[in-house]
């Protein structure tokens, strides 16, 4: 069910937005005329973290396709940190998305997110071997840590799904595989 209308009054822009990818470990920074999309999410996280109460021409928003839910902050050689992807690990993906939103002048306490995937993707699989669970509660956790408050989700269930994020709009569209969109 999509709201089509218009945030605070203002005139909806019908300006073509550019689409960003975002591939599986990476964190990318989209502005207004942009959407974030990740076309094919399964155990993974979706997780975008955005300023509340920016005016939608001037908004920013980052957004991280989360791979594993912790690091364990194993010991690494020089050569391997260099070749970890940003958001390969929930643990060390929201510091460093913070950190983006930080670097552009906003403050921690205006920040807010919303979560999508996680999937248990094989029916088979014992709740140890449930990586889209795992994510979904290291995520948490780590926006907890963090302070940064979950205002929407969409998590778990069996099936994949594909993920937008409107950046003018703050609207985070969820095609599950199979299924009609949802709007968050």
Do not use: W
């Not at 995937?117 to 979904?136: Q, T, V, Y």
Request: proline share 5%; glycine share 8%.
């Amino acid at each position: 069910m999509t709201n089509n209308q218009p945030l605070s009054g203002e005139p909806r822009d019908r300006t073509p937005l550019t689409t960003i990818y975002v591939d599986i470990s990476q964190i990318v920074i989209g502005h207004s005329t942009d959407q974030l999309k990740i076309p094919a999410l399964g155990s993974c996280v979706g997780l975008v973290i955005y300023p509340k109460h920016q005016l939608s021409q001037s908004r920013c928003a980052v957004m991280g396709h989360i791979m594993l839910p912790e690091s364990h902050d194993k010991k690494r050689t020089t050569n391997q940190s260099k070749k970890e992807l940003p958001a390969k690990y929930s643990d060390k993906a929201i510091p460093r998305m913070i950190e983006k939103l930080q670097r552009l002048g906003f403050h921690s306490h205006t920040l807010e997110a919303k979560l999508v995937g996680g999937a248990k993707m094989f029916e088979k699989s014992s709740d140890i071997l449930d990586i889209g669970k795992e994510n979904i509660k290291a995520t948490k956790n780590n926006l907890n840590l963090h302070k940064i408050p979950l205002v929407k989700e969409f998590t778990g269930g069996g099936r994949g799904m594909n993920v937008k994020f409107i950046v003018k709009d703050y609207e985070l569209i969820v095609t599950p595989t199979g299924s009609s969109s949802v709007t968050l």
